[in-house]
């Protein structure tokens, strides 16, 4: 294995491989990737992988729109499909709630993003198969779909690779040496990679890594399931994402006449041992959910599902970050259950705090300070995953 890198990155899911991408773009390429199992292992390949914009805060919905970019151009930037499928995209809230959507879509519209606030009549006319309400609020966002997390994370390390990047899985780090203040080495089993560069993105496993190193990060691991149900072909054909926070769920379509639907995230659990399945009076309570919101899908099959882990934060926004006195070591962790859309910018914008250079979008307000400070960012709705 290699020994020498400018950097390392530890973890290849997701958020490492588009890091180790940007690094390479920005020409960083003797830097090495290690994964302790195989890319996309972890929460990625668990993941949902919506792509939607509508949050309560700037800096979250310009990553999620300016990386809608980028999977709908991946396979000209890395030469692998993201698997970019345009669904629309539509968002429930109660009337309560309205006030919160108004200044959403307001803040959304002046970044440039196309959504809107639409009345039931749109519904009807858009997404029939819908029931709505005039007790509720609803947003539409046109551009919003869904792609695939192993073809986008392997896409960017197949890309950095072939800019001179090494990746290596089956490799676990044990820790990161620092001597004098800065960054000299990262540690695995068997070997000792000299570096003046590390970038923790471990995923569920971030927080005991840095605290083995004494870097105390809030990061919790919730488990979140995703049931799946194969539709009725001839009464539900297709129907858009949907976030209905009314009835406590977000559900989109897949290929195979398929629906997956995301539910629950208050069950704390170990990242290296946890029930991986789904909870049957979760997936009754899902379903009956979902055909509140699509009476047609009352006629459809449960065929099975998984759980997977959100890391998240008190705030329930990421933290990305460099270490106060340890030079050299970064971290982008804490996606709390909405990273993947992110990821594109995430990874931009941690190459750039990698190399100092000017940053393309703000990203200060993610510092590990802003829990001490009291800084949080904060949602405009009560559910947290809304962020
Ligand atoms: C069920 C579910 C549904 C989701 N739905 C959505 C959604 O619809 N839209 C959205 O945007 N996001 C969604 N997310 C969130 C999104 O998937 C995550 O934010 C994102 O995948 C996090 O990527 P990561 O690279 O930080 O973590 P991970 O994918 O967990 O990657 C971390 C990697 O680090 C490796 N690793 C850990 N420790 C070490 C070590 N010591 N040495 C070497 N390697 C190590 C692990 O093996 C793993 O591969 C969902 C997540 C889940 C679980």
Avoid at 260 to 269: H, R
Avoid at 347 to 368: F, H, K, N, Q, Y
Wanted: charged share 25%; hydrophobic share 40%; with cysteine.
């Amino acid at each position: 294995m290699k020994n020498t890198a400018e950097a390392v990155i530890i973890g290849g899911g997701v958020m490492g491989c588009s890091i180790l991408y940007y690094l390479a773009e920005r020409g960083l390429t003797d830097t090495l990737l290690l994964e302790k199992n195989v890319l996309a292992s972890g929460s990625t390949s668990r993941s949902q992988a919506i792509l939607r914009m509508h949050y309560s805060n700037e800096v979250t919905a310009r990553f999620a729109w300016d990386s809608l970019e980028v999977f709908k151009n991946f396979e000209e930037l890395t030469g692998m499909p993201s698997g970019y499928t345009r669904t629309g995209y539509f968002l429930i809230v109660g009337n309560e709630d309205r006030p919160a959507m108004e200044e959403n879509i307001a803040m959304q519209k002046r970044l440039g993003i196309a959504t809107d606030i639409v009345s039931i009549e749109d519904v009807r006319e858009i997404a029939p198969m819908l029931a709505v309400t005039g007790d509720e609020a609803i947003a539409y966002e046109p551009e919003s779909g869904y792609a695939d997390p192993y073809s986008v994370t392997t896409g960017f390390a197949n890309r950095a690779r072939e800019m001179g990047a090494t990746v290596q899985d089956g490799m676990a780090v044990t820790d990161v040496e620092i001597t004098g203040g800065r960054v000299s080495a990262v540690i695995t089993p068997d070997e000792r990679v000299e570096t003046p560069i590390a970038v923790v993105a471990a995923g569920p496993w971030s927080r005991p890594l840095l605290a083995k190193i004494g870097v105390d990060v809030p990061l919790e691991t919730v488990r979140h399931q995703v049931v799946t149900l194969r539709r009725p072909q001839d009464r539900v054909p297709e129907h858009p994402i949907i976030g209905d926070v009314v009835n406590d769920l977000s559900a989109r379509p897949d290929i195979g006449n398929l629906t997956l639907i995301g539910v629950g995230e208050d069950e704390e659990a170990d990242p290296d041992s946890y029930n991986q399945s789904v909870d049957m009076p979760m997936v009754e309570k899902a379903f009956s959910n979902l055909t509140k919101r699509i009476p047609e899908m009352s006629h459809a099959l449960f065929r099975g599902g998984w759980s997977g882990l959100f890391t998240t934060t008190p705030d329930w926004h990421p933290i990305l970050d460099g270490v106060e006195g340890i030079d050299g070591l970064y971290f982008a962790v804490g996606f709390s259950g909405h990273g993947f859309k992110e990821s594109p910018m995430i990874g931009r914008s941690m190459a750039e705090l990698i190399t100092g250079v000017e940053p393309s979008i703000d990203i200060s307000m993610l510092d590990l300070k802003r829990f001490a400070e009291n800084r949080q960012l904060r949602s405009r709705y009560s559910m947290q995953v809304l962020a």
